[in-house]
C-alpha cells in the first residue's frame, strides 16, 4: 500500500514537470477550445430565434439575429486559428518531454539491472504505450473541456427554456450512466494486459527475427510458426478484450441517448399543444441540445476509463524505473582504489572462443579505446569487465 502511494506521488510530480513544460500551449488551446464549445450553444440559440421569428412567436428581427450571427462567426474563426496551432504545439511538447523523461530514465538504470529485464517494455513504451498515453491522457485534457463546457452550456440553456422538460431529460439518463461507471475499473486492467502483452509479443518477433538464420539451420519453421500463432492470438485476444469492455461502457451510454431523445422529444411535443409555454423552436431546439448533454454522457465515461488506463501506463514505467532506484541504493559501490587487471581471460559464447587468454592491466584515470572488426570481441570484454560474464 505504501509503496503505490509512493508512486502515485511520483506519478503526480512527474506529469506535473511534463504539464510545466507545454502549459503555455495548454492553456492557449483550453481557452480557444472554450470559445469554440460555447459557439456551438450559440448557434443552437441562434436557430431557436430564427424559428421562432418564422413562426412569429420572437419579438427579434431578421437583421439583428444576422448582426449577432456575423460576430460570433468572426469569433468563431478566431478561436478556430488560434486552436490549430496550439493544440499541435501543446501535444508536440507534452510527448516530447515525456519521451525525452523516460529516456533519462531509462539511460541512467545500472547495467546489470537492465540485462536483467525485457528490454521489449521500452520499446512498447515508446511506440503502443505512448500513443496511448497522447491520445487518452493529454488531448483528452482538451476533449473533456469541449464536453464540459459543451454540457455545461447547454443544460443551463435548456433550463432556461423550460426547467420541466430538462428535469425529464436528466430523470432519462441517470440510471444507465451510473451502471457504466463500475465497468471502468475493468477497462484500466484491460488496457495494462495489452501493453504488457505487446512488450512480450515484440519480444518474441524481434527474437524471431534475431534467430532467423538459426531458425533456417535447423528447418524449425514450422515450431516458429506454431510459436508466433499462439502468441499472436494470446495478443489480439487481449485486445478483444479491451475493445469488448470498452464497448460495453458504449453500450450504457448509447441507451440513455436513444431514451433520452424519445422521451424528450414525444415530452415537448406534449407540452407545445397543451399551451406549457414551450414554442416550436424551443422543442427543435430541444432535440440539438440534447445532443450536447448526450455526447459527454455518452463519451465522457469511456474518456475517464481510458484515462485511467493511461495512468496506469505512466505508472507501470515508474515502478520499473523505481525497482532499479532501490537495487541501486542497497547494492552501493566503493571507490576504486587501484587499476583493472585481466589475467588470462578467456570468454566462450556456444561453442565459439570469443576472449582467448587476455592480458591487461588498466590503469587509473586513463581512458582507454577498444577497437576492432565486427565480432571481434570488443562488446564481450567489456561485459566481461562490468561482470556480465563469467570467464573459464
Known sequence: MKKEIEIQRIRKRYLKEIVCQSRKWLVMAGIAMLILSIYNIVISWL??????IVSGDSSMTIL?????????????IAAYVI????????????MLCYKQKIFCKMIDKNLSSFRKENTSQYLSMYTNDAKMIEMYYFDSVLEMIDLTVSFVGALLL????????????????????????????KMAEAERKVSDGNGEFVSIVRDILQGFPVIKSFQAEKEMKKNFFRENERMEHLKYQSCYIEESINLWGTAASVMMRLGIFLIGAWMSVSGYGVTPGIVLVFLQLMNYVISPIERIPSILA???????????????????????????????????????????????????????????????????????????????IMDGFSPV
Do not use: C
Open 306 to 384: 481510458k484515462r485511467k488506463a493511461a495512468i496506469g501506463l505512466i505508472e507501470k514505467m515508474l515502478v520499473s524505473v523505481q525497482i532499479n532506484q532501490e537495487q541501486m541504493k542497497e547494492n552501493k559501490i566503493g571507490m576504486l582504489k587501484k587499476g583493472i587487471s585481466l589475467k588470462d581471460v578467456s570468454v566462450s559464447i556456444g561453442n565459439k572462443n570469443v576472449l582467448h587468454h587476455l592480458n591487461f592491466e588498466f590503469e587509473i584515470g586513463k581512458k582507454y579505446a577498444v577497437v576492432g572488426s565486427s565480432g571481434a570481441g570488443k562488446s564481450t570484454l567489456i561485459n566481461t
Open 158 to 185: 435548456m433550463l432556461w427554456y423550460s426547467p420541466i422538460l430538462t428535469v425529464f431529460g436528466l430523470i432519462l439518463s441517470v440510471l444507465p450512466i451510473a451502471a457504466s461507471f463500475p465497468i471502468a475499473n
Open 64 to 76: 439583428q439575429v444576422g448582426i449577432i450571427a456575423m460576430i460570433t462567426f468572426l469569433i468563431f
Open 83 to 94: 486552436y490549430r496551432v496550439a493544440r499541435p504545439k501543446y501535444l508536440y511538447q507534452a
Open 47 to 52: 436557430l431557436q430565434t430564427i424559428i421562432d
